[in-house]
């Protein structure tokens, strides 16, 4: 959500500084305020804003305290762990429509879709890699081929326990955008999440399925 169309914009000469300076892209909660909305109104978004401690909801001009889209997202799974997976996974393809419409250009998006998918995935994991603040925060970026990324301490479920992965904001983003610029079957699975078993890392791969 970019710029003039969030509900919830604050002044833009709030400061967004977190306590350990450690920041990450403004959709990581943009995106996510239509989908608790969906939820219970507006009265349920400033209800868990409130509860999770973000006192200053971002304008979409400048980066976050990942402290804050941390604690969104983690209450969002405690509270509704039924339903969070889907809210995450639909904040996930508007950060990825976001990105397409603001981050990368109209000429480059053009021919990333007419190359073959191999040489489109290297060019855009290429790019990802330049922009992985958006959605990696501190956590440890890594490219491990055109189609795997890992992010190392991801700070959206850092702390977190649980027995299946739970970073569906970030498999959608990464799906959406091979959707669009690599091939129209592009699927993502988290295979390994910080999560889980206490693993050290977040995996994502990406194939080319047949639905």
Known sequence: MGEGRSK???????????P??????????LQ?????????GEARVAQMLAE??????????RMIPEGDAARLHQLLRRKEPMLAPELA?????????YILGHRIPTPVQAVLKVLPAPLAAR???KAIAKHAWTFAGSGAF??????????????????ERSGIP????????????????????AICVENTCCAVHAQSQCRFELTVGTH
């Open 52 to 61: 999770a401690r973000v006192f200053e909801v971002p304008d979409g001009s």
């Open 166 to 185: 739970l970073c569906h904001w970030h498999v959608a983003v990464f799906a959406r955008l091979y959707q669009v610029l690599v091939h129209p079957q």
């Open 142 to 159: 890594r490219v491990v081929s055109p189609w795997c990324f890992e992010i190392a301490h991801n700070p959206i479920v850092r702390g």
């Open 20 to 29: 350990s300076g450690a920041l990450i892209g403004p959709n990581a909660i």
């Open 123 to 125: 060019l855009l994991s």
């Open 8 to 18: 919830w914009r604050t002044s833009k000469d709030v400061r967004h500084e977190g």
């Open 89 to 97: 996974a639909r904040a996930g393809r508007g950060t990825a429509e």
């Open 32 to 40: 996510l305020l239509p989908q608790i909305e969906r939820l219970g």
